[in-house]
């Protein structure tokens, strides 16, 4: 079945320090992949997404590609703040289904100090 | 308010007792769901619907029932609360393949 890798956290980085987040999926067919930011006591927002191999999804000065050859959607953003500290979930849907069931990675800890 | 909502926002339960967590949308949304969130695990889906009265399965159904009378209400019972349903349960909406998340629910059962 389907199943999305995450980096190990927790991640902990100084303000203005660059982010990766690693994740790779395994997917039998042709998912949409998805990021998806917790922020403390609050529930998942939808960070940024991509629909198919080498789209870039932004937002918030995050980014990442859809890359099939390695089935991998890393998060990256190039200068991090205090505020971004939240948990981070890679996400795959599966487009054979009418819904897009998702499947998610075990969620990455982020904490960003001054 | 628009949006998805869940109530309560946190419950305390013994074990062996019935609790209901409840979800409401106002976007008239097809598709609901509902997740437990543990560490370790990410979030596993519960139960799902495609409209009123139809209802299936996810990854973690055991212990679990769902009802869907309206289109958007979608409460999820646990029969007989066990310490290991103690979770952070979040319900979500969708359309289409975008979901949207409630707040979440945190059940401690004791």
């Known amino acids: 079945g389907d199943s999305v890798t995450q980096m190990e956290g927790p991640v902990t980085l100084s303000e203005e320090a660059f982010l990766t987040i690693n994740c790779t999926y395994t997917?039998?067919?042709?998912?949409?992949l998805f990021w998806y930011v917790q922020y403390p006591g609050e529930g998942l927002q939808l960070l940024l997404k991509?629909?198919?191999?080498?789209d870039k999804g932004s937002n918030k000065g995050f980014e990442a590609t859809y890359r099939k050859e390695t089935t991998s959607f890393h998060l990256e953003k190039g200068s991090v703040q205090v505020s971004d500290s939240a948990v981070y979930f890679c996400a795959l849907s599966d487009r054979g289904t009418s819904y897009g069931k998702l499947t998610f990675g075990q969620g990455t800890i982020l904490t960003v100090h001054p | 308010d628009a949006g998805i909502t869940q109530s309560p926002r946190y419950k305390i339960t013994e074990t062996g007792r019935q609790v209901t967590l409840m979800c409401h949308q106002t976007?008239?949304?097809?598709?609901m769901f509902w997740y437990r969130q543990d560490l370790g695990h990410g979030l596993r889906l519960i139960y799902y619907?495609?409209?009123?009265?139809?209802?299936d399965k996810g990854e973690v159904p055991d212990g679990y029932v769902v009802s869907r009378s309206k289109t958007e209400n979608f409460p999820l019972t646990l029969e007989s609360a066990t310490r290991s349903q103690t979770s952070v349960y979040f319900c979500a909406s969708s359309e289409y393949w975008e979901q949207y998340f409630g707040p979440g629910t945190r059940l401690t059962v004791t």
């Open positions: 991509a629909t198919k191999a080498d």
């Open positions: 976007w008239s949304h097809s598709y």
């Open positions: 997917a039998t067919g042709y998912p949409s």
């Open positions: 619907s495609a409209a009123a009265d139809i209802t």
